[in-house]
Structure formats: structure tokens, C-alpha cells
């Protein structure tokens, strides 16, 4: 039995988009001798919608859809993923009742009851399928039925022969921390193949972890496993996931049949219930291939935001410094040189080193460049603020003058360079600008509001600092030539804002990276508290946990004082620096837990555990 | 039975300074001879915390503090929220799993087992109960049992007679969307008394709408019922929601024995089990009422959100407009006139009259003030930027000019006052600076982006435009003298970024804020889409659906062309404008539904469903 996967690239919030990409690709399907095409899920309205599940006349509309899709089976069966709405009855929220449903038709017909519910329901990082659907189990817990019994395979006749099968949507598969086993369920009600759809974001070795978990599901009862995930992109506004679709057709034994590319719209064709198996290899789990997989989806994901736009001009701001370079490299990876301006604004304190390093790596690229200064604006604004006095009217006039610090000044020439010459020029040539910031200075606030933090886009914001570092050797090991400069690997990591942070004098950022960013990455992925960076240190065990050389962190803290000092500097510029987070551009997701509504927080200041403060008093004898 | 209710201020994320009040409150009520009392849902970590529910080492600390709590109960009882952990066993999302309980102790004990679980989770607007935590309903569904079977009242004895005490948690009162109703299990089971702990924002009208409910809950089986709310602020980052309190102490009957004040930490006394009922009557419903509540809670949101600052110092940008008029009021009335720092910045744009008013305003208040001009800043940035040449650096040589159009300069001198002279001016005087935004041009994105979004805090942006202007007037009638000065009520809504904009010859913003204000919200809180106006249109209801006189609509639009037109833009506008909203501040919350965290958006451009496309042919006829 020839069966078709329909990797879609989802558009998601266009329902009238995806139906004709749907009705195009089952007569495709037809045609080619199909028996059966598979959809991802929710492949009609896209999955990542915000609150828009709220608006009823939307949701109908993408469930009306279902009719058309329907109409499109005379001689094939399909499988998709769509909004059920029970206008009957009300959700939790007290407003029209929705599923996440899979829908099964065949011959113009549905099959059976046409529908499926989703069991499971995920709520952690980006999903919120509590909020805005009812899920089966809730529906046999009202009935005071088994969710045995509502979890039936759809009986499909094929050719002659009946077959059952048992249809699933995503976290159904992930079952590992509920008490409920759909998989297990659908086998007991006799399933022959299991259709899993899926919208799935890329994560690291995510596809790796799937396979063994395919195999797993099945191993005690073989049958036919697809997985149907859609590619494209979808946001939540402040955090963008990258779909890599790699549908994959796994045999009975759970090894892999057929597999579709990565990022790429296509639709595999493979085969169900047949003697003869085809098999490919399991890919293979490397370093090179994370990078490769990591520079894919970042070059994919701008590619697809900009999509979005009239325009696809991108301008961004070149420092010399290796965070834009990475930047601009991937800029022009997904959108071609002659859409991509680059703009360098020095200012005094910027060395002839970074400036021409910038330059150089726009050469490299073939890229439209200038220079501003904003030295003379800096001055001015420096001038006219500081004649500014503030007088009380309450009849007292009492005055208050406006004096600027060193940070103050700082800060000035990131605010002249993001919203006056970057902002000015981008809407000037109707062009979007980027946000070049790195996880680690984000995740401590090392940025200027209303300067640095701008952009529209945020593409590496995701990646740790000596990330960076590492997928621009392999931006210029791929490309067999220098793309990026050696001097901007050669220099330290500085702003250049200050005549403390001249590079020339090998002065730079006042982060030990090679430690920070693995600090960095305990707070926000692994979701740990700095009682536990403290009772690992304590044991001497935190260069194990946090995957970084015990001998770097004893080097650097030279006493346990030094230590904890830098601990609690480092929480504390997390915590507090969310209010820049929160004004911050949307970042492309790639990690475990991205800022945004990934990692959803909230502005509560620095606090301290109790076991946390015992330690610190056991460590420092006082 | 004497009892006291504790209406904590919360401090989110801050168990230490909580369970420190606590056990002051607990004291006290002791020694003023009462049996029992009460504190709200979450009263020791707070409820809206983020993500912060995932830190282990802060949730175990906050479970740790029940201990300390109970130790205190010696001669009292004490019913308080607080996270349960229970370390044997997972949640759905693999970490250890929680629930959002109440602990029941007395004389150094627990009573029964010592706590219940919330039964129903909200998970709609600001609230994400199923993310964090593990529901009572799961564990009957795990232990395949009732939920009656679980949802059992504890029995305390007070002064020799056993007591059968039904406790509850916010969302488990307000179940009439949910399949299961928790007080009719806890009175089947014998509940003598209800007590709810509840950590429940402030919105329009909901006290009296509780009142009734509760009324409803209890008008066949009479009991008393005992409502603990905090008061405080609690936010998740970009919407800030405030805590009125409110807490209410119930007579069977549902008559009112004894409501706390709002807005103030005060523990209040009441008796339960008397026949001799003290009643207070039910607040009186008014618009004058309401705008009493509305002015009250922000000003007592500002202060508690300046609060957690250092410094108590704001910093505003002062137009002469009705926006920033009324945000000065406000900032004045909660931070104190010595703390106001106001800056008027006109460029050639800015009327006599809008600048005359400003000064007047700050006299009126008597905050400190100053003046600078954005001209010369402003004419600077035209030429350096449009001097500027980008040259494509692929060896062709050719050349990109900037050319700034009349858009991008009003845009420039909106960046100028908000990234350049307020965020400068507010870094030197260790100031916060404020957006003056109000709900339509925020839903409009009729704003500039780096320009007057910014702000620390967005304290009018969920008011519509004439909600500004009403509440603006309640401030002069109220301190029975002009605060805000007559010409501001008198001249247009303008931005003054051009000629065209000049508010002496009656010329303003491009929005019919009578209907415009009505639309918006139809689409922000009652969640309608392009379709139901368009239908309500036709039908001739529109403004009787709107609330919103439809003659004010008829002569705005003559022709259905205009209207649609008009239709297509805002929503356009509202959709599109999603990105500037990303970058915006925290907002205030006083609506049904406020921007960012309550009202979840996507950046997913603009759709119009079939039955739009419908409805507008049959409607313009083609």
C-alpha cells in the first residue's frame, strides 16, 4: 500500500493558504497511485496562534475548511490536522469548545466518525493546548466512560482489505510523563499502523531521540509508524520556532524507511504493510552534523521571517566585533548580498582594528556598506543634555541639574547608534533591522535599551557566546575561504564604548565566557538556582555539571569569596534584567529554552533560598 | 467563633518576607482572641512568578516555610496557600510536580493530612495554573476515584465543638464553565463553612459579580463563606495585574458581614456560626463608582510597581496632549510631586498652545520641569543620515543614497525625544522613565517604535483614548481645581510630528476615537473578528453591539465602500502594528483584556475569512 507524507509548509493563521496547498497535493497524490496521504497537524490553521483560537469566526472558518478537504478524497484517503468545534458545547475558558483533532476521510466520505482528539496535552516552553483545547481525556472523565473506548482505530478499506488505523497527534507519542499511554491503547483496539501528526520545532538531536522513542512504542507490537511534521516557521511574537519537518516512515521494526529533507517542502511517498522492507541508515549523531543542522535551520529561519515582509532588505549595524559578524554572515546566507546593508558607526573610542575588520567582512560578502560616525551627535546630545536644569514649579524653583556619568555616556552612543542611525536609515530605505545579540549578554543584560537591543529580529540570541565564536569558524571552514576575518576571532569580545574596552590593548567584555556561558545556560535551560551552583562548588563538582573544566573555574576564583561574589552578580543581572528582555525583539529559538514566551518570567527582583544562604555561611565561615 | 482574615500584600517570589508577615499576622490574631485565620492562595511565594515554578531549590524553600508556619499555629488555627511538592512523583512536564494548595494546621499540627489541592485551573487571560501545577481532578482520575472522594472538608475543634471546614482556591468558586463544581462536593461532604483562598486581580465590576455568585453557591444549603484576597501587584513582565483584596467575609445568607478595604494590608475580624448576623450593605454599582476603583487601583499600581525600585524618581515627557496629562496626574498622586521629573520636547512642530499647557499642567502640580528642543538634534540627523551613500562592495561599485521621506522624519523626532533625551536625561537622574501610550494607539501601533513605546512602564496603555479623557476630567472634579488645564480637553488629539498635524487649525490624528475606541476593543476584549462587524453592519446593530451611538457610524462612513475601507485598515493596523507591541513596555491592566501576557499574540499578518469575502461582495455588490 503506497502511501504519501505531506511535509507542508505550514502558513500558519492562513487556513486558505494551506487548503490549496492540501487539495493540490492530494490529487498529486492520487495520481502518483497512493492509496492514502498524511498531513501534519493542524496543517489547516497552523498551530502557534496566539490567542487568535479565541476568534470563533476564524476557528470556524479553518473547520469549514474540512469540508473542502473532504470533497478532494474521490479515490484516495487522507489524514489531517485541523480545529474540531463543538459549537454545542463550551470549553473551560466559557467559550466555544475546540479539539487539536486529526480528520480521516476517504472517497468523499469520512471515516467513521471522521475524527480523532488529541489525548495528551502539552503545556511546558512554547505550548499552551490547555488553554485553548478540550482534550479526550476530559471528554471520557465528563462521560464517565474509558479512554480505552474513545480511542479507536478508523477501519479503512484499501484495495480490498480492511485496515486499521490508529491516528495520533504529537504529544500523544510523548506520553513517558502521563499516566496515559495512547500508543498502548490504540494497539490493545487492535491498530495496524500508527499515524502520528505532528508540529514539531527543531531541536537539538530531537529526531535522534524520536526514532529510538518510535521503536520503543513499538517494539512489543510491530506495526507501521508515520510521522507527518510540518517546515516553515511559526512565533508566539516574542520567540520563533523553526519547523524541520523530517517526516519520517519508520517499518514495524522501527527502523527508518524513508525520511524527508530537512526545511524543505516535499512530499515522501514510502510503503505500508509490505513483506520486503526498505531501510536507510539512522543518522549519524556529530558535532559537524549539530552545526550543520544548527547553520540550516538559523539561515532557514531568517529566510522564512522575512517572507512575511514587502521587503526583504535587511540592515544591520557592523561593530568588527564577532556577534554582527556572525550576523550578517547568516543575513546573506538567507537572503542574498544585494538585500543586505551594513552600516559601521564609529565613535572615538572604536579602533582602526574593529573598523577594518568591519569593512573586510563586508567586502567578503559582497555586501551595500557605509559608515556614519556618531561622534558628533554623541557630543551634542552629551552638550544639550547636560544644559538642561530641571526647575520645581511649586513656587520654591528649586533646581536640579543634569550631569552624565561614564555608563551614562556609554549608553548614549548605543542609543545614537540603534534608534537614530540604524533606525532612521532602515526606514529610510524600507528595510528591516537586526538585533545582533548573543544568549549570554542577553541573559545578564549586557546591552543598551533603545541601543543595541533594537532590531526587529534577534537571529542569534539564542546562541551562547562561545557558540558564536564556534558556528563562525564553521560559516569559513564550510565556505573553504574567509568569510569572517581572522582579527575578529584574534580580538577580546569588547563594546568599544570606553576607553576601558579598547581592543588594541587587548581590554574587552567583563565576562569569563568560557565559564559565564555555561552559568548562563544552568539558570535558563537546566533551571537551576544558585543554591545548587553553590552546593556543586562546594563539592567540587560544578565543572562536571555545567560541562566546563574544573581547572577554568578554579583559575578564575581564586577563593571561594571570588566565587560567590560573581555568583550572586551574575543571578542578580539575570533577574534584574529582564526589564530589558521584555522590551526586547522576537529571537530565534534553537536551544532547550529560549527567552521569551519559551521561558516565560516575571519582574520579582533577586531572592535567595534559605539552604542557599546556609551554604554560603558554611562555605565562607562567617 | 471569632476569625481574622489576613489581606497580605504578596511580595511575588519573596517566601522569606511572606512567611515573615505571616507569622506576625498569626500572632496578633491569637492575641486578639480569634480561633482561626485566614490567608489567600499563594501567600508564600506568590502566585504569578513565570517560570519560576520550575526552580526547584525556590519551590522547595517555599514548601520548607509550611513548617515554620504550623510551629506558629500553637493557641490558633491557620488556613494559607502555598506550593505542595511532592518529590516522589513527576508532572506532565517530566519536572518534580506541584500543586496550588491549602494547608490546614492547628496548635503546631496539621489537621487531617494537613492541605487539598485546587481542583480547577484556569488557564485563560494571565493565568497558567496547568502549566505549573497538578490538579486534584488528575489525581482522582491516577487513583481511578471520585473526586468527592478527595474533596474533603477538615475537621478542627474550636473551644470543644468539632467544626466541618470546606477549603477551596480561587477558580474552584467560579466553576460554572467546568464540568465538575467543587462547593457542592465539599457540602455534600459536610462542609459547614467555605473558606476561599484566592490570589484574584482587580477588574471592572467583578467584586459584585462575586457577590453574587457566592450568593448563588449557597442559596440551598446556607453557610458562611470566607473570601481572602491579597492586595499588591504581581506581574509577568509585560502586563502587571493589581490585587484589590477585597476580601470578603460572608454570612449564610450571602449577605455581607465584613469587606476588607482596597488596596490596604489589613487583617479584618468576623464571626462565624452566630445567630445574630452583622450585615454591611452591598457596594453601590455606579459609573461614578467605577472610576473611583479605576483611579484607585492605578495609582495604587504605580506605587507598588515603583516600589521595587531604588530609586523613586520619574521622568515623563510632557506634550501638552491629554495622554501624558493624565500620566503625570497619575504619576504625581502615587510617587509625590518631589519624585516627577516632566521635560517638554518640541521641535518646530509644536503649537504655542500645546506647550503653554504643559507648563501650566506641571504648575498645577508643581513637579519639576524643564524644556528641550529636538530641533537642532532632529536637523542634524536629516542631513548626517541622508549624507550618508551605501556602496555595494562587490566590486560594482554601486551606489544606494538615503533619501528620508516625511513619514521617516516624524518617526525621527519621536526617537529623539524617546531614546535620546528621555532615555539620557532619566539614566543621569537615576530616573524611570514612563510610556504615555494610551489602548487604541497602542492596538493601532500609532506610536513609534524607539520613540514614545518606550518607557519602563505603560501605566494608561489598557485605556481608550475617551476613557483617558473621562478619567483625566474625574481628576479636576475630584481635587475641585484644574489639574489638567481646560485647553487640553479643548484642542484635537494630535501628534504634531507635521503641518499637517497643527492643533490650531483643528487638525489631529488620523482616528475617530468615538468609534475607533469601540472597535478596538470589539476586537481586543470581545475577541470579534473583521466578519461580525461587517455582519453587524448589514444588519444595521452595529452600534448597538459596540455600545456605540450607530448615527456617530452612519455619518462617519457615508457609503459601505468607506466603511469597509475603514474596517480593513484598522484591522490591518492592529494585526500588523503586533510588532511594535512585542518591543513595548509593561502595561497596567484594568480591562477585560490587556496586551501582552493577558491577550497572547503571533506574528501571523492578516486574514479574512470566507464568510468576510462573502459578506462584503453581497454588501458592496461586486
Known amino acids: 500500500?503506497?502511501?504519501?507524507?505531506?511535509?507542508?509548509?505550514?502558513?500558519?493563521?492562513?487556513?486558505?493558504?494551506?487548503?490549496?496547498?492540501?487539495?493540490?497535493?492530494?490529487?498529486?497524490?492520487?495520481?502518483?497511485?497512493?492509496?492514502?496521504i498524511v498531513f501534519p497537524e493542524m496543517a489547516v490553521p497552523g498551530y502557534l496562534l496566539g490567542d487568535e483560537w479565541e476568534n470563533a469566526a476564524f476557528v470556524n472558518d479553518c473547520f469549514a475548511y474540512n469540508e473542502v478537504i473532504k470533497d478532494a478524497t474521490q479515490g484516495i484517503a487522507a489524514i489531517w490536522g485541523n480545529v474540531y468545534v463543538d459549537a454545542q458545547k463550551r470549553g473551560e475558558d466559557g467559550r466555544v469548545r475546540k479539539y487539536n483533532a486529526a480528520f480521516v476521510a476517504q472517497n468523499g466520505e469520512w471515516a467513521g466518525n471522521g475524527h480523532v482528539f488529541k489525548?495528551?496535552?502539552?503545556?511546558?516552553?512554547?505550548?499552551?493546548?490547555?488553554?485553548?483545547?478540550?482534550?479526550?481525556?476530559?471528554?471520557?472523565?465528563?462521560?464517565?466512560?474509558?479512554?480505552?473506548?474513545?480511542?479507536?482505530?478508523?477501519?479503512?478499506?484499501?484495495d480490498g482489505v480492511k485496515r486499521k488505523l490508529g491516528v495520533?497527534?504529537?504529544?500523544?507519542?510523548?506520553?513517558?510523563?502521563?499516566?496515559?499511554?495512547?500508543?498502548?491503547?490504540?494497539?490493545?483496539?487492535?491498530?495496524e499502523a500508527l499515524i502520528n501528526l505532528s508540529c514539531s520545532p527543531w531541536t537539538w538531536r530531537k529526531n535522534n531521540k524520536r526514532h529510538s522513542v518510535v521503536r520503543n512504542r513499538i517494539q512489543n507490537h510491530p506495526v507501521p509508524f508515520v510521522y507527518a511534521n510540518n517546515v516553515g516557521t511559526q512565533n508566539n511574537g516574542k520567540t520563533i520556532f523553526m519547523f524541520d519537518g523530517n517526516s519520517t516512515v519508520y517499518n514495524p521494526d522501527g527502523s527508518l524507511q524513508r525520511v524527508a529533507t530537512d526545511y524543505i517542502e516535499e512530499t515522501i511517498h514510502a510503503e505500508l504493510f509490505v513483506p520486503q522492507q526498505t531501510v536507510c541508515p539512522n543518522p549519524v549523531v556529530s558535532e559537524e552534523r549539530d552545526r550543520e543542522e544548527l547553520l540550516a535551520g538559523l539561515v532557514y529561519a531568517i529566510r522564512s521571517f522575512f517572507a512575511t515582509f514587502q521587503s526583504k532588505r535587511v540592515m544591520i549595524g557592523l561593530s568588527g566585533g564577532i556577534d554582527s559578524a556572525l550576523s550578517v554572515a547568516l543575513l546573506t546566507e538567507a537572503l542574498g548580498a544585494e538585500n543586505v546593508f551594513a552600516i559601521n558607526m564609529p565613535s572615538q573610542f572604536n579602533s582602526e582594528t574593529t573598523k577594518g575588520a568591519a569593512r573586510r567582512l563586508a567586502e567578503n560578502l559582497g555586501i551595500h556598506y557605509t559608515s556614519i560616525s556618531i561622534q558628533h551627535s554623541f557630543e551634542?546630545?552629551?552638550?544639550?543634555?547636560?544644559?538642561?536644569?530641571?526647575?520645581?514649579?511649586?513656587?520654591?524653583?528649586?533646581?536640579?541639574?543634569?550631569?552624565?556619568?561614564?555608563?551614562?555616556?556609554?549608553?548614549?552612543?548605543?542609543?545614537?547608534?540603534?534608534?537614530?542611525?540604524?533606525?532612521?536609515?532602515?526606514?529610510?530605505?524600507?528595510?528591516?533591522?537586526?538585533?545582533?545579540?548573543?544568549?549570554?549578554?542577553?541573559?545578564?543584560?549586557?546591552?543598551?535599551?533603545?541601543?543595541?537591543?533594537?532590531?526587529?529580529?534577534?537571529?542569534?540570541?539564542?546562541?551562547?557566546?562561545?557558540?558564536?565564536y564556534e558556528l563562525a569558524r564553521f560559516i569559513n571552514q564550510k565556505k573553504g575561504r574567509e568569510i569572517i576575518p581572522a582579527t575578529i576571532?584574534?580580538?577580546?569580545?569588547?563594546?568599544?564604548?570606553?576607553?576601558?574596552?579598547?581592543?588594541?590593548?587587548?581590554k574587552g567584555d567583563p565576562i569569563f565566557y568560557p565559564y559565564h556561558d555555561k552559568l548562563v545556560r544552568a539558570f535558563v535551560e537546566f533551571r537551576l538556582d544558585p543554591e545548587d551552583m553553590l552546593r556543586y562548588y562546594q563539592q567540587g563538582i560544578l565543572g562536571a555539571v555545567l560541562h566546563c573544566e574544573q581547572t577554568l573555574i578554579d583559575n578564575y576564583f581564586k577563593t571561594p569569596e571570588a566565587f560567590v561574589a560573581d555568583l550572586e552578580h551574575k543571578w542578580r543581572l539575570y533577574k534584574l534584567s529582564y526589564f530589558k528582555r521584555i522590551q526586547a525583539p522576537p529571537i530565534l529559538a534553537v536551544s532547550k529554552r529560549a527567552f521569551g514566551f519559551d521561558l516565560r518570567e516575571a519582574q520579582n527582583g533577586v531572592h535567595y533560598t534559605r539552604e542557599y544562604q546556609r551554604l554560603k555561611t558554611e562555605l565562607l565561615g562567617k
Chains 1, 2 share one sequence.
Open 168 to 191: 495520533l497527534l504529537c504529544e500523544d507519542m510523548w506520553s513517558d510523563d502521563y499516566s496515559v499511554n495512547p500508543i498502548d491503547l490504540l494497539l490493545a483496539n487492535g491498530a
Open 380 to 468: 551634542n546630545t552629551v552638550k544639550e543634555l547636560e544644559a538642561a536644569v530641571f526647575e520645581r514649579l511649586d513656587g520654591s524653583q528649586a533646581l536640579v541639574p543634569v550631569h552624565l556619568s561614564g555608563l551614562n555616556r556609554e549608553n548614549i552612543q548605543a542609543r545614537d547608534r540603534g534608534s537614530r542611525v540604524l533606525a532612521g536609515v532602515a526606514s529610510a530605505l524600507n528595510a528591516v533591522f537586526v538585533n545582533n545579540g548573543n544568549k549570554t549578554e542577553t541573559a545578564l543584560g549586557y546591552a543598551t535599551l533603545y541601543g543595541d537591543v533594537n532590531g526587529a529580529l534577534a537571529p542569534i540570541a539564542d546562541l551562547y557566546k562561545l557558540e558564536v
Open 1 to 36: 500500500m503506497k502511501i504519501a507524507v505531506a511535509q507542508m509548509g505550514v502558513v500558519p493563521g492562513h487556513p486558505d493558504v494551506n487548503v490549496q496547498k492540501m487539495v493540490v497535493e492530494i490529487e498529486k497524490a492520487r495520481a502518483q497511485g497512493c492509496a492514502l
Open 489 to 506: 576571532f584574534e580580538i577580546p569580545a569588547s563594546a568599544e564604548l570606553s576607553a576601558d574596552q579598547n581592543v588594541d590593548e587587548g
Open 119 to 158: 489525548t495528551l496535552m502539552p503545556k511546558y516552553r512554547e505550548f499552551d493546548d490547555e488553554r485553548h483545547f478540550y482534550s479526550l481525556r476530559k471528554d471520557a472523565a465528563d462521560q464517565g466512560v474509558s479512554l480505552e473506548s474513545l480511542l479507536q482505530p478508523f477501519e479503512l478499506e484499501f
